[in-house]
């Protein structure tokens, strides 16, 4: 019997050993590339993907594409880090235009396991529950077969909403629907996330 506890002792300090370390290189990756995205936006690389899957890089200064919109299916925005990709964030709104804004932010180490990621939604509500609301879907990879998730939901003001209150009971299960309905994250590192997004080829 003691042996038993101290073995699962043993694996309970492994487990939280291994968190930790993982919360630390994510939180190092999201001010890296926080960092690169404030000061050093020069250094983003950019890319948009066509309905073909072909993926191309643009210069948003440059605007050098000369195509129809339509064919456009995701752009991409990259960070490197020792010339090793550790940020790419997703997002269908190419133009940045609309009154619904999606996007999907990925933080990967150096060998490109995915550490964690943040899904955003953000969607007009107009009503007592918020003007707009903003859902954030904070993931970690744990090494578990499912990652862990925790659902936040903004207003307009970056005021986290309760969307159990009076005011909002009536838009919880809209808010809960259109969380669901993001994409799932199905890989857990940057050569499954490119059969994931069927890029056929990257340059």
């Not at 150096?110 to 955003?120: D, F, P, Q, R």
Request: charged letters at 35%.
């Amino acid at each position: 019997m003691k042996k038993l506890i101290t073995f699962i002792a043993f694996i309970s300090y492994v487990l939280i050993f291994s968190q930790k370390k993982i919360n630390q290189e994510l939180e190092e990756a999201e001010k890296f590339a926080n960092k690169i995205i404030e000061n050093n936006p020069d250094k983003i690389l950019h890319y948009y993907k066509l309905n073909n899957g072909i993926l191309k890089r643009y210069y948003p200064d440059n605007d050098n594409y000369e195509g129809d919109d339509s064919e456009i299916m995701m752009s991409y925005r990259i960070i490197k880090k020792n010339d090793k990709i550790i940020y790419i964030s997703k997002s269908d709104s190419f133009w940045g235009m609309g009154d619904w804004n999606s996007s999907q932010d990925f933080y990967f180490d150096e060998k490109g396991v995915l550490l964690g990621a943040v899904k955003k939604e953000d969607w007009f509500l107009e009503n007592k529950c918020a003007r707009q609301i903003r859902y954030r879907g904070i993931y970690k990879n744990y090494g578990n077969p499912k990652l862990q998730r925790i659902d936040k939901f903004y207003n307009e003001n970056d005021e986290e909403i309760n969307l159990d209150s009076p005011n909002c009971k009536k838009s919880k299960k809209e808010a809960l629907e259109n969380a669901e309905a993001t994409d799932k994250i199905t890989f857990r590192d940057i050569e499954s996330f490119m059969n994931a997004e069927k890029i056929k080829y990257y340059k």
